[in-house]
């Protein structure tokens, strides 16, 4: 008897563990995925003597090339400041290594104020971030006046 009353509970048992399954449901659908890493490209301008970050709504991330050509163009009508002079030519080559990004910069170091330069650098750096790099690559900026040897390169002051 004792052993009918057990296969009895432990069919009981089963049938209860196996009613209690997962139900099937209807495929749902929501939003889109997300695409690309950022919706824009982050500049640094001025406002006053202060370093300010800017998006540019580009619809993708773009290469740090990219985001120091579009600082190049300059702050538009965002009531913001530049301390780099209006170029035009934008283009920036750009070589990253171990720990060091390498700017080639259209521009000569009269064009550029202490400021600018820490525009330039905290630009590429945050671009350089947002793709997944470290945040303490340092940014190595070439001048089309000076000679080829800039230093170890600086880091964002921000």
Known sequence: MRSV???????????LLTACGTQTSE?????DAPTGLAAGTS???????????????????GTISDAVSLLLTGPGDS???TGVE???MTRTEVTVTSGVITLRLPLATSEVEPLGVDQIVCTAAASH?????????????????????AGPGRTCPL
């Open 5 to 15: 009353r057990s296969t009895c509970l432990a069919a009981l048992a089963l049938a």
């Open 27 to 31: 495929v749902e659908t929501g939003a």
């Open 43 to 61: 500049l640094y301008f001025l406002d006053g003597d202060r370093l300010t970050l800017q998006v540019r709504k580009t619809g993708r991330l």
């Open 79 to 81: 009531g913001l400041e």
């Open 86 to 88: 209006e170029v035009s």
């Open 129 to 149: 971030v947002q793709a997944g790099g470290s945040p303490d690559t340092r940014v190595r900026l070439l001048f089309t006046d000076v000679a080829d040897e």
